[in-house]
C-alpha cells in the first residue's frame, strides 16, 4: 500500500514554456502533499506544503508565481513550473502524507526528471 | 536548517551489518526521527521511524540513545541493493510535520 506516482517520469521544454507535472496517491486519501526539488548531487528541498482544499505553504525562498501548486483533490496534487528556464532544470519529487497526525509518514513518487533548453 | 548530521559516506561489506549514525542533538520530547533511503534517480523509500523506544521491522532496526540526541540504524545483513544515499529525518513536530533533509550517508555495499 501506500503508493504515490509522478507524471511525467521526465520532461524536456523549452525556455519560456510551462510544465505541468502531476502528483497522484494511489491506495489512500492524502490530506498533505508536499513537493520536493533535487539537483544533481544535493539533497532534498522542501519546496512547498499543499493542504487539500486550501492554497500551498511556499518555503523561504521558492517563488509561488513561478510554482503554482493546486491540490484539488484528495488523490491528487499538480506543481506547475511557469516559464521555465535552464536554471529550472532539477528532479521534482513529491510526496504524500495520509493525515496530520504525529505519526504520519511522507510517501514519495518516483521524481519528475525536468530538463529545459 | 536540516535538525540531524550524518558522515558523508560509508562502506560496508555485503553480508555484514551495516550501522548508519545520526546525530539530532535538538531534538525536542515530541519529535519523531525518520530515516528514508535513496536509490539514485528514484524517490525516497520509507525505511523506519521512532520516537524513544528501539524499532525494528523488516528493513531495518532503529537504536536512539536515552537522551534521543543521536541514532542509529542498522541493516543486519547488507547486500549491493542497499547501496543507497541514507537520510535521518527530525519531522517539524508543529504545524504541517514537514521534513527538512540533511545531506544523508551515501552508503556503498561493496562485494
Known amino acids: 500500500g501506500a503508493v504515490v506516482s509522478q507524471h511525467p517520469s521526465w520532461v524536456i521544454c523549452k525556455s519560456g514554456t510551462s510544465v505541468k507535472i502531476e502528483c497522484r496517491s494511489l491506495d489512500f486519501q492524502a490530506t498533505t502533499m508536499f513537493w520536493y526539488r533535487q539537483f544533481p548531487k544535493q539533497s532534498l528541498m522542501l519546496m512547498a506544503t499543499s493542504n487539500e482544499g486550501s492554497k500551498a505553504t511556499y518555503e523561504q525562498g521558492v517563488e509561488k508565481d513561478k510554482f503554482l501548486i493546486n491540490h484539488a483533490s484528495l488523490t491528487l496534487s499538480t506543481l506547475t513550473v511557469t516559464s521555465a528556464h535552464p536554471e529550472d532544470s532539477s528532479f521534482y519529487i513529491c510526496s504524500a502524507s495520509a493525515g496530520r497526525g504525529m505519526v504520519n509518514e511522507q510517501f514519495f513518487g518516483p521524481g519528475t526528471r525536468l530538463t529545459v533548453l | 536548517d536540516a535538525k540531524t548530521t550524518q558522515p558523508t559516506s560509508m562502506d560496508c561489506a555485503e553480508g555484514r551489518a551495516a550501522n548508519l549514525p545520526c546525530n539530532h542533538s535538538t531534538i525536542s520530547g515530541n519529535e519523531y526521527v525518520y530515516w528514508y533511503r535513496q536509490i539514485h534517480s528514484q524517490g525516497p523509500q520509507y525505511i523506519i521511524h521512532?520516537?524513544?523506544n528501539n524499532e525494528t521491522n523488516e528493513m531495518a532496526s532503529l537504536i536512539i540513545t536515552e537522551d534521543r540526541k543521536s541514532s542509529t540504524l542498522i541493516l543486519p545483513h547488507a547486500t549491493l541493493r542497499d547501496t543507497a544515499v541514507y537520510y535521518c529525518i527530525v519531522r517539524v513536530s508543529s504545524g504541517t510535520y514537514k521534513y527538512i533533509f540533511g545531506t544523508g550517508t551515501r552508503l556503498k555495499v561493496l562485494a
Open positions: 521512532g520516537l524513544k
